[in-house]
């Protein structure tokens, strides 16, 4: 970055970049107004990561807007994530969509081939939570990384969980993801030896209050290597996992 | 219940007991009035247990006049709660006093003899809930029971909890304490095929706030035949726990 | 299990039992996998009950498929909760049913006899607390119990409540079912001598938060014997009683 | 007050009011200024009540001087509340008081002659709840009503309660003070037909919450009749009760 | 009470009534059970007011059975609250139903003529807490008092307020009804010389979290005489300012 | 205020004023009741700005009716504020509506010629908070403001908002609208030399809390010169941004 | 700006300015590092405000350290907010302090000239709120306004509020200051016609939940103008007053 | 694992390992009871990292003596966190301590050399936030991690942020740590290509509410790869943080 402004100031001072180009780039003009949304177009390479688009709270035309805005500046993928069934409908008329529908989420394009350092497990205490694990495992797929998915496994019944100790002591980040209690995220945290990523979700009913209960209980964790994402937040998880997993030595 | 009733009616009816007598036998004169409590003087038929003073907010020198109260009207064991070392000190001047510094707990008299069903296994989580178990676990002796104490088997370090599996099997009733995530209640909870009555702590700090997190999480229990009592309630925890092992067959 | 252990560990010395076997059976595999549910076969045995299916976010289908699972396993018996009047009908087709409109739960098999030392009685403080209570009640009547319902017994008129007295006296385990500000669980501990298990409701509006407000109250219940349980679980209350109504001595 | 206006207006036409005389007491200036609280001295007219000084927070001398204040502009009688002992003995060094230790309020003068309907009775659910208690008992005496204390009759011994039936049928105004669970409201006010001041106190712990379990439990309280105050707000208990047994027709 | 008891058992003594008959006075039964509801057919006597249907939760259909009943036994007026009006509709169908649409609430029979010791002030901050306010006023009406309403007087226009000082000083008792700052209580509190009942209403968005702040605000009211109800709960507000505008000498 | 007290006075004095016109002035009869509502005609000139109507919770009759008492009594512009699409379509029918959708907010009239000391600077965090931030942009255009509006230039892409840097520095006071973590508000308040009005919205899910986690951030804000409003307060901003745009000197 | 950054990549161009340092002007190097704070010595020129040490959690020495830092800067001027008189003391030995005690701050230099557009009046409504409102006051004062100081005009008492209309008229911006039920916001926002600025305080008890109460009413208030900022924030509040106060055309 | 059992089980099979040696093996004792703590020897293997004691609540005896087992058990390195200055002033005169004042945190024997992928970046919002950031740090350090401090760069200042983006660029993690609103989490997010720990602090007043602000407004973060621990949890970010830095490739 600082090479890249050095640079930028010497093409200014050999007159190969005029002040203006130089006074654009420096204010990062690194985005496109269509209106509703300034779509992020150099997030690829900033973040390493493709384009996401978050779908609650959009039509489905303007879910299209935006993936087409993308893909006509180059991005040739594109998650969408939040998408019901009826609106994912609507966009695989326009564009070409890949979807999930426990997880109410699709793609445009193709997932990164799996890389990175080892393989994410995502957990789920219950069936219920399934939903918030398929837009995890979507996600850190889209960003190549494989997948294990291990659902139903909550601490109410350890011994299915101490069946698969040889999987979470394989894998390089662990997705933990429960309701009510949450006290999923404790007990692999304990068990395992790579970082976990606590997801709290909003099933569950009374004290449960809407995924509050979880999300105290994994804040609380007295596992070493837990950290907590928001409730229902399976696509934050996934991301930071396949991040995880694809950590690596920068030159500098 | 039914028949002192009518026993009752039938002496007015003879004009063996006089008017008066029945009206204040029906009101229920059942307790003595010492100024600053009412003592319940018949407490121990009617509920199987012996007197208990709590002793948060009560100086040592009620604490002393409550016990002698209770005692010169019959009542030989008398416990005492939530008394500090210091209060202790002054009480055990007066009268004589077991007293139990780490549950901050005491009693006068004995303890009465192991009986019940079986064994009441008290678990906590960490070392810092130890308190609260012990309070728990005088009260459960102090009524009767034999307690089985296995401290500091949190479910971060599930193989502790595993290694002491037998006895989890074992018990007749469970009383799992621990602050924090609070997990500790469903992992028993799980393993165990008794009640379990879970005991949040407020041990921990920040996002515990002051034990609501285990609290919920308790309360959230995925496993069945958990119930949870007040927040550091180690008391209510051994009486009930007492309660249960002693269940019996009522004739009527 | 120790001893299942020392034998299980003797026959693969004797080589009664290869390697393999003995490394499975110690991993435990309890379970079959229908791809949604992870179906716990061995918790009738393990845990003294017949197996139970939470339908709560399970569509008729999954239901119908979880409960043949179990009884193709040998299961004779299945407790299904949360269950709406339309997935009923859809399982009524595909099953036997016998289905609790208000308490919103049904069962495939039949109760078992009822046994245990005496009587459970489901105590509620309104009538809106009934389905909460109905849910209870079955499940008690499934695992074995015998049931007394005790409905509309508020404290507001606790003459109602003391015309009971006898019944509260007699009973050998107590539900307490109330919302708005649950004093119901300190009255009715107050006057029992068995445990006393309470469940909070969502009856009620503005302050009484979703049943916050009754939970709160249960918990802080100046009685002794009272623990409590997650708003509107009336399953866990149900399962919970049963099981202290059948506590006994283990052999050991 | 509208013929004051009418008159007043009369006499400026009359030019008996001068413009100036008449705009400020338009203006309405009946307080006088002592530089760090407005002393209200024509309350005692205006709302039927001597002055009350909330002592919380103000230094012992600061009082002195807002007591005197008072009694040089005629006021005979003044309440103080919130003041603890220490402050209470350099108060009664300037100024001739009478103070309750346990109520932590004390008066200059004499409290009114009892007068008004009938009696007022205060409950409260423990011995712990006695210092809010005495705050509201002599809050009530001050201001010329009988009351009749009733301590330590919560819910948890409902029988102690009912031997006062007649005392609690008898009473003009209720209030019912207690903590934790906060049930005492309900159960008197489904006893009474009179209205109930409820007071919740801080009394308690864990689910507690400092009063917040109480005030729940007592704004949603099922009987009639009921109404709340803040937490520990004997004072305006007492003041209310007060207000109650003194209602009258009014002439207009 | 005590005369009534003392006379019974003298009945007793003397032959008068039998054993039998006694215990079953002495038990109180003093309901009927209609299956869905314990009704309570002497609470006019005992408590001065005649009987109300909570209608929330209850179909048209089990309002109808249980107004019926209380009719049978001699209960000529019947007030219904928290009553749609589809409901009403089905009500009104089968008995003759007077029914205030704003307030969701209609009585069988008639009102009591007004009498007591003067007027009840009922005040709303804005024109969406009328529904409340209705609910208030005809529970007020229903039991025999004058009602003035004093609707959108809300303390962001003060001079609102100011323009009705005399109807608020001429008032007996005042109901205080108001939505998100719920400062109206206070000020009201202020400026009148009686009793005033806060009702905080749910009216509001965002941080009115349903009716908490109204709440929390009329609970901390720094004006004297103030007490609260449940949020929205026009009926309890209603029912005590008439319990208080007839306060009476009780004779004993 | 003062001199026209005075100047009444003074009136009444020489005779030009009768006294009963006096009384009615004085007690400040400054609305006109039409039943539903008090509407409140001297706002305009009270308060320097025209008359709001609140539409929550009223029918598009209400509306037309108090526009319509509004305009007989010479207000000519009346802004509109909460009107979903429908009732929009029902009011247009009878008065000359500009109706703004995505704030769902109207009015009759003009607005106000821009005027003041600048720029009011609306921006959101995101696309999904363009509703709340149109209801202030349209409220400050009414009211006579320029308005520019900055959307979508939330703090995760802190390059956008860098880029627009001049036009923060330039506004007179800034609008800064935000959900989920609502960090706009310390970021633009650091960067900005104004007054910066922080409106936290419910956009979100899980722990936002409806808003809660936005409005508890922006409150905490550690820039200097910024305040809040109500969680989706568009109005309250928009009217209190004009109302600083507006500052002026006072003669006096 | 703009032109800043054209002139300083033209000056590259010219090669006037080096790459270096052009780099380091673009990096902004704007502060000084002192080891426990970068110390911002850019901030006065940039909000027109002169810099302000938080005293909370600093050492009377490190407040020392900053503050000479500052002055060494070209500093004359800095306020120091949250000093105990302690610590105040320590500091007034090292430097030239003026302090104010109540308001816990203090300042090293000047008061600029009072100037701005007109008054900002700071209403109290209690005594308990001064040091609050002495925060606000010295905050103002330091950046050059005059304050009126309105102290005890709680809305309990709305005549006194009422007494000083005039003086509420003329503000040029208000600071309402209340504890409890905060109510005094609303009432002065609709009196007034300038912005208001709400500061709940943590005075009160009990259901004020350490000033949640008065919050929670203040960003519910129904007066147009008000906006809020956090409890016991009167610097804050005193400094955006003060900026309001300030606003002015810009030149652009 | 896998293969240990399969091998072990063969050890039985050939009467190399006795079936009661097997048995003790397969309850796994992997662990020392030392009387108050169950003291873990086996973590480091399992874990990767050494022992860690948490200090708070522990006596400096306990500490002792915890440290001594573990050093007694072939443990080299432990660290000990929530240390107060008096603590571990008793503690380094029993054994070699390096204690850390400001982050309450100290170790005895070495940090593991630094290594892993690259360098972890801890940022703090303010100077306030420092305890909590050594504690981070230190706990890095200790599990061989190059950590590089960025303290008092909160988003209030966002130029002081934008000078180090170079810093924040380079990172393989980052530890953001704030109090009040917690957004630099956010910011910085959305400024790194790398996974960002996000740290709320109990720093701040009022509505901060004790860290509940910062906590909720970084579980709302809208930048990608950031997840949180509990509120001011160094250790466990610092712990989480050398995880990442040392995430590779397993073998299997």
Do not use: W
């Amino acid at each position: 970055m600082e090479t890249d402004l050095i640079m930028l100031l010497e093409s200014v001072k050999r007159g190969e970049v005029s002040v203006d180009e130089a006074a654009l780039k420096l204010k990062g003009k690194a985005f496109e107004d269509i209106g509703y949304a300034k779509v992020d177009l150099h997030r690829e390479k900033m973040q390493g990561a493709s384009e996401v688009v978050y779908g609650e709270g959009k039509t489905a035309e303007q879910i299209v807007g935006i993936v087409r805005t993308l893909m006509s500046n180059g991005q040739k993928n594109v998650l969408i994530t939040r998408m019901s069934e009826d609106k994912a409908a609507t966009v695989a008329a326009a564009v070409e969509l890949k979807y999930n529908k426990e997880g109410r989420i699709g793609y445009v394009g193709e997932c990164r081939a799996p890389g990175g350092l080892g393989k994410i497990v995502i957990a789920t205490g219950g069936t219920s939570d399934i939903p918030v694990a398929e837009e995890a495992a979507v996600t850190a797929e889209f960003h190549g990384n494989e997948v294990v998915r291990l659902y139903d496994v909550g601490v109410a019944g350890i011994h299915r969980l101490m069946a698969h100790r040889e999987l979470i002591m394989d894998a390089t980040v662990i997705i933990a993801i429960a309701g009510m209690e949450g006290a999923l995220a404790s007990v692999v945290g304990g068990m395992a030896d790579c970082p976990v990523i606590a997801v709290p979700t909003s099933v569950g009913y009374g004290a449960a209050f809407e995924g509050l209960s979880a999300l105290l209980s994994m804040l609380n964790s007295c596992a070493s290597g837990v950290s907590v994402v928001n409730i229902d937040n399976g696509f934050g998880a996934g991301y930071l996992a396949g991040m995880i997993n694809h950590v690596h030595k920068k030159d500098n």
